[in-house]
């Protein structure tokens, strides 16, 4: 089955810089790779996601790229905000009603 | 449109009593997947459903879990003779049609909050 390492666990970062969270995954035929933000007590969110037949996708702040053939991901947010602390998963799965299989986490924060 | 709602939020049981969480989809979606998470913990996958039938089971115990979605109501997570290791957040998602271009996309409800005492 599939398995997906996220690294760092834990990562803090000063108001305004850029973090970096980065994920590799088992399964070749994975070609959906989501990012959740869950905050303390809360459900996890869907913030961006990415599928296989592109490399980069941004939003905003956020950005995620995506290397097939070395089979990693990589969250990217720039100008942090406090806000922006939580914690944050990755996950793969396969398009069309597959499960994802879940990266630990990483929880961010931001300090002001 | 509300989203997906899960209910209760919190569940206290003693050890050997069942414990039923209840899942409603958001409005148009028919798949609804539950994950538990435990402490510092990501999420699991446990089973994935649609209306009256389990599609894959593959992440749930064998034994005392029990997970269905009938045509009318709620999914039901169901865990009978419950055991302290049972105490965790259960989320459940769901997912739209497949016909949709959003149909890989889950989102995820509140949780419920299992204690085993």
Request: net charge positive; charged share 20%; hydrophobic share 30%.
């Amino acid at each position: 089955g599939e398995n997906v390492e996220q690294h760092p666990s834990t990562l803090s970062v000063q108001e305004g810089d850029s973090a970096v969270i980065k994920c590799t995954y088992s399964d070749s035929a994975s070609n959906y790779f989501p990012w959740y933000k869950q905050e303390l007590g809360k459900r996890p969110q869907l913030i961006i996601d990415i599928r296989s037949n592109v490399g980069e996708k941004k939003d905003q702040r956020i950005a995620v790229t995506l290397n097939k053939t070395a089979k990693h991901f990589s969250l990217h947010i720039t100008e942090t905000q406090p806000e922006d602390s939580a914690v944050y998963f990755c996950a793969a799965s396969m398009e069309g009603y597959s499960t994802l299989t879940f990266g630990k986490g990483t929880m961010l924060l931001v300090s002001p | 449109n509300a989203g997906v709602m899960q209910n209760p939020r919190h569940l206290v049981r003693r050890r050997g009593q069942e414990a039923r969480l209840r899942c409603s989809p958001m409005k148009g979606h028919s798949h609804v997947y539950w994950y538990r998470q435990l402490p510092e913990e990501g999420l699991k996958f446990m089973v994935y459903l649609q209306k009256e039938n389990i599609i894959d089971e593959s992440g749930m115990p064998k034994e005392r879990f029990s997970a269905e979605f009938p045509k009318e109501g709620p999914s039901i997570l169901r865990i009978q003779q419950v055991v302290r290791g049972d105490s965790a957040a259960y989320f459940c998602a769901s997912s739209p049609p497949i016909w949709t271009a959003s149909s890989y996309e889950q989102y995820f409800g509140p949780g419920t909050r299992l204690t085993v005492t």
